[in-house]
């Protein structure tokens, strides 16, 4: 049993403050997110939704407090990051590949964002809301125990939505946990609402 | 190691569909074809001059795809991917600068041969000037994946990239012409030594300009 809990993701937040160009993005910020956790994070632009979840990605480092993450972590941000000139397989390949996942779970991943069609033609060729769900798709054939979404509805349609829905339930519902960064509110149930001000506190 | 593979497999894949093979190859035979129309066609002069001209192309040929090598992964988000899995930045930049070896290396030196014929160079120093390049190679990636991890997202990146670039190649340019004399030996060993030191270097030098480029 113990074994068990200790395999189990969790994510902590204490006290952090985040500096960027001069500005102080985020302060006095606690946050603390268990096995089966959905956190949705709003805010208005600017506020440092971003940030944070690049700081719990590890992509950026605090100016003070600490953050402590157990279990693999994927991001799905604004940034592609899937090769435009080959195949929506074979870019969605590369990473699997690299996070150990199987040719069933990549399909798997096609198949819950509705890609299968679209497998075979070039990412470059894909329009904004097919890049999103191929950026998803990679989320999803990751494997990883937490899963940051920024603004992951932007550009979806509503089956795509509601899809997306569906996988973070799942993620969770499997003791995961999902961190959603979102201006609308997500239509599934969360654990905990995390309003960051202006000031990037936690409000 | 496996994962490593891949990476390079990518950036070969990537350097030769992008057009970052291409471009600096055919930059590098049309310096071969165009300098005898400039020296004219006197045989002796050719033969003495153009294992120098074919290193310099060679040189001028590693700075074209100076802003393929780095600036798209940023830009793209692929660095933060592979950082948000656990590779340092200077792993990263070991299989960008392998990568860039395997797709161009070959290549030039095969071009090399081609050049050398449309230059006239004497076979005897053929054999010579192909290993120098190959011993030099490694290096002139290394600075390369270094610059343009040096100068990824800045205004004006090709032309500061190639300024950084030429005179940190000195030292080899100046090994390998010396390599093209009656005994190359000491130049060659000079030339192996340098190019050692660049190339093992270069990582980490490319490592922390990428950990600096993220915001």
Same mark, same amino acid.
């Given at each position: ?203 | ?125 053929? #054999? $010579? +000037? ?5 011993? %030099?190679?490694?290096? @002139? /990636?290394?600075? &390369?994946?270094? !610059?343009? *991890? =040096? ?26 012409? #010396? $390599? +093209? ?5 000491? %130049?060659?060993?000079? @030339? /192996?030594?340098? &190019?050692?030191? !660049?190339? *093992? =270097? ?14």
């Amino acid at each position: 049993m113990s074994s068990r809990q200790a395999s189990l993701p969790s994510l902590s937040l204490e006290n952090v403050a985040v500096i960027r160009g001069n500005r102080l993005v985020l302060r006095n910020l606690t946050v603390t997110a268990r096995a089966g956790d959905i956190i949705w994070i709003r805010g208005a632009n600017g506020c440092g939704k971003s940030t944070l979840l690049r700081l719990v990605a590890g992509l950026l480092t605090v100016t003070s407090g600490a953050v402590k993450a157990e279990g693999r972590i994927a991001l799905a941000d604004e940034s592609l990051a899937l090769d435009a000139n080959v195949t929506v397989e074979h870019a969605l390949q590369f990473w699997a590949d690299l996070d150990g996942a199987s040719a069933s779970e990549r399909s798997a991943a096609l198949a819950d964002m509705d890609l299968q069609g679209l497998a075979k033609i070039p990412v470059r060729f894909l329009s904004t809301g097919q890049r999103k769900r191929a950026s998803i798709a990679r989320v999803l054939a990751s494997k990883a125990e937490i899963w940051l979404l920024d603004e992951p509805y932007n550009g979806l349609d509503s089956a795509s939505c509601a899809r997306l829905d569906q996988a973070i339930t799942s993620r969770a519902a499997s003791g995961g946990i999902v961190f959603v960064a979102a201006h609308q509110p997500p239509s599934i149930n969360v654990a905990h609402s995390l309003v960051l001000d202006n000031q990037g506190v936690a409000a | 190691m496996k994962s490593f593979i891949a990476l390079v497999t990518r950036e070969v894949r990537l350097a030769w569909t992008g057009g970052g093979l291409w471009l600096p190859i055919v930059f590098y035979l049309a310096v071969a074809t165009l300098f005898p129309f400039v020296t004219g066609p006197d045989k002796a002069l050719l033969a003495r001059t153009g294992g120098g001209i074919l290193w310099i192309a060679a040189l001028l040929a590693t700075l074209l795809p100076i802003e393929r090598l780095i600036l798209p992964d940023r830009q793209s988000g692929v660095l933060d991917q592979l950082a948000l899995r656990g590779w340092s930045d200077e792993l990263v930049a070991t299989a960008k600068i392998a990568g860039q070896i395997v797709a161009f290396a070959l290549p030039l030196l095969l071009a090399t041969v081609v050049g050398s014929a449309l230059i006239g160079l004497p076979e005897a120093q053929l #054999g $010579t +000037l192909l290993l120098g390049l190959a011993l %030099a190679l490694p290096a @002139l /990636a290394g600075l &390369s994946v270094m !610059i343009a *991890a =040096l100068t990824a997202g800045l205004s004006g990146a090709s032309a500061l990239g190639g300024l950084l670039l030429v005179p940190l190649t000195i030292p080899l340019l100046i090994f390998g012409a #010396g $390599t +093209l004399a009656e005994d190359p030996r000491n %130049a060659m060993q000079l @030339l /192996a030594a340098t &190019s050692l030191a !660049i190339t *093992a =270097l270069s990582p980490f030098a490319a490592g922390a300009a990428l950990r600096a480029g993220r915001i």
